[in-house]
């Protein structure tokens, strides 16, 4: 049956159909999914440039604070040379810092911090809409940073530059908030893809943290920007991994085997509690740093600290470390350049010092490459005590490094197929992914146990934004109508007394629902409660069922999907859906039942009761 034969104002409607609530604007304007995906494609392609314009921007800030040049070309996986200004280089992240609060408290208050969060809550909360100037400070204020020495990440700004050109994008062409919300998790994975060179890990990245829904008009966009950006990024940087290793021998079917295994296990509980303590500490950073009034203050300190901080261990260890990005020491302990326990200790904790310092002082910047340095450190320190003690033949520090890479990242973030996919990528090793898939599994059952939200959700949570940590799939929707409706319905003319209604003694004072027919045709639909006749016995009201029955409801087959009614619902604005049998224009001897929408909350709530908590 089309909505027009069920369509109880049929005929009354003017010549042209105007909508007839906001759901049915956005119906109108809702684009193909081919329309949509070239908007993605072109989205792929400007984040991609704005990638690489990013790095080119952290390269010049660098080379400028560090050793006075004007100079774009910089290899973050190479350990900084010595500052040509000596000590005077602790200063270098203290005006960065100065540089970052300017232009975050007069142009984009959103840009400060590792930026998801923010791409979240816009998400869940703001149907996909980020203010278009939020592109340009993050870009700006993340590259002062990184660039100056602040120990954060270039992975959070450039998702957020993405998902902000996204949003843009979908604000400059019309189009639903569904759709919008889409282009702005293809511009997170496209900007994650193209900085990291991992395509697979910016889909599952998007997918895991940023889609509210997966389906062919989400992941398509996604998967088509993603492409895009991850090529513009390869014809840039080219297309060799992020990190060279060398090559790590598979796990053989053998006992000793077995043991390897469940020490990568054992690796996973820790960088598991370790993520929970980079999650609270990081907390409390920003709790403590908030207490000083002067936003100015608050970073200078604690860009401050850091500036002595890597100095401190430039004196003493003859590198910074604990600067920017920190993939050189990644780098170096990969290649098994850095494998002593002692020194792979010392730079876990100094790099969630510094970390902890930067962001919860107001720097700009991401959390996934200090995630990525604080696995490094913990995987290859534990493989590196592990061998110290004598007890088992020799691990490989650079492998134990790389699951703890993915290890950290899956525990402190909650995105573990993202944490797989993308060390895989950024390491091209195959052999790891087995082992890493039982850490990181380790990590996140430990981080929850501890610390019930993950880096970035327990900065929305403190704001009152809950967002989901899980994709549940609404078994409910896809019920028929005749498994959802009330059954207990009576159809009754139009002409009948509401007043003889009520004070049916059959009712027991309990809500009912009334199909009121006129004609033989349907009319309209009563809820009604009976418990009103306590009131009404000594008086009459003398109005009829058809005097009262709203008209805003209307007609689905019982064969309908329980998504569609509710769609039809809210598009006809119906409080109330009448159930019938057959085809063509229904009368009241095809009524089956009603679906209301309490019945549909209360479907909805008995549906997820299969979840866990």
């Not at 660039?147 to 400059?172: D, K, Y």
Request: proline fraction near 5%; glycine fraction near 10%; hydrophobic fraction near 50%.
């Amino acid at each position: 049956m089309t909505d027009t034969a069920a369509d109880p104002d049929r005929g009354r409607r003017p010549p042209t159909p105007q909508p007839a609530n906001a759901m049915e604007v956005e119906e109108m304007r809702r684009l193909t999914l081919v329309q949509l995906s070239v908007l993605a494609l072109a989205l792929g392609m400007v984040t991609g440039i704005g990638a690489v314009v990013f790095r080119d921007l952290i390269g010049f800030i660098h080379n400028l604070m560090f050793a006075g040049q004007a100079v774009v070309a910089y290899d973050a996986n190479q350990f900084t040379a010595p500052s040509r200004w000596g000590p005077w280089v602790i200063l270098a992240p203290v005006i960065g810092g100065i540089g970052v609060t300017f232009l975050v408290a007069n142009f984009a208050p959103e840009a400060k911090g590792h930026g998801v969060p923010e791409v979240m809550e816009a998400i869940y909360y703001k149907s996909g809409v980020i203010r278009p100037v939020v592109a340009v400070v993050k870009s700006l204020a993340s590259a002062l940073a990184i660039g100056s020495g602040a120990s954060v990440g270039r992975e959070g700004p450039i998702i957020q530059i993405g998902s902000a050109l996204g949003s843009t994008l979908g604000q400059v062409v019309r189009m639903p908030a569904g759709q919008r919300i889409a282009l702005v998790a293809a511009g997170a994975g496209a900007g994650i893809a193209s900085t990291f060179n991992t395509p697979i890990g910016g889909v599952m990245f998007a997918i895991e943290l940023m889609l509210p829904e997966v389906s062919v008009e989400t992941f398509l966009p996604v998967a088509i920007a993603t492409g895009a950006a991850t090529f513009v990024g390869r014809w840039f940087f080219g297309d060799a991994p992020a990190f060279e290793v060398p090559p790590i021998q598979a796990l053989a079917a053998d006992p000793q085997a077995l043991i390897i295994l469940a020490l990568f296990a054992v690796l996973g509980a820790l960088t598991g509690a370790a993520g929970a303590g980079f999650v609270r500490g990081l907390h409390m950073a920003e709790e403590l740093f908030d207490k000083i009034q002067s936003r100015y203050l608050r970073h200078i300190l604690g860009m401050l600290a850091v500036g002595v901080l890597f100095y401190t261990l430039f004196r003493t260890l003859g590198q910074y470390y604990v600067d920017g990005v920190g993939y050189a020491t990644i780098q170096a302990i990969l290649l098994g350049q850095t494998s002593v326990f002692w020194l792979l200790g010392l730079l876990f904790a100094c790099k969630l010092l510094a970390t902890s310092l930067s962001l919860g002082s107001g720097s700009s910047g991401g959390i996934f490459s200090p995630s990525l340095f604080m696995g490094a450190t913990l995987g290859g320190g534990f493989a590196a005590l592990v061998n110290q003690a004598g007890v088992l033949p020799a691990l490989s520090v650079p492998a134990f490094a790389m699951v703890g890479m993915g290890a950290m990242v899956g525990g402190a973030t909650g995105a573990v197929m993202t944490a797989v996919t993308m060390i895989f990528e950024m390491t091209l090793d195959y052999s790891i992914v087995m082992p890493m898939i039982v850490a990181v599994a380790m990590a996140i059952g430990v981080r929850r146990f501890l610390s019930r939200e993950n880096i970035y959700t327990i900065k929305l949570v403190n704001r009152g934004r809950a967002i989901p940590k899980a994709r549940h799939a609404n078994m409910f929707l896809v019920h028929s109508a005749r498994d959802v409706m009330d059954v207990d319905t009576q159809v009754l003319p139009a002409e009948t007394s509401f007043d003889d209604y009520v004070s049916q003694p059959e009712h027991k004072g309990r809500l009912r629902h009334v199909v009121v027919t006129r004609n033989g045709r349907i009319w309209g639909v009563i809820r009604v409660n009976t418990g009103l006749r306590r009131g009404l016995e000594q008086s009459r009201t003398e109005v009829t069922l058809g005097d009262i029955a709203s008209r805003n409801f209307t007609i689905v087959r019982e064969d309908d999907v329980v998504f569609d009614v509710i769609r039809r619902m809210w598009r006809r604005n119906a409080t109330m859906a009448v159930v019938v049998r057959g085809t063509g224009v229904p009368g009241p001897e095809d009524v089956l039942g009603v679906i209301s929408k309490e019945h549909v909350a209360d479907s909805v709530a008995d549906s997820v009761k299969i979840y866990p908590q």
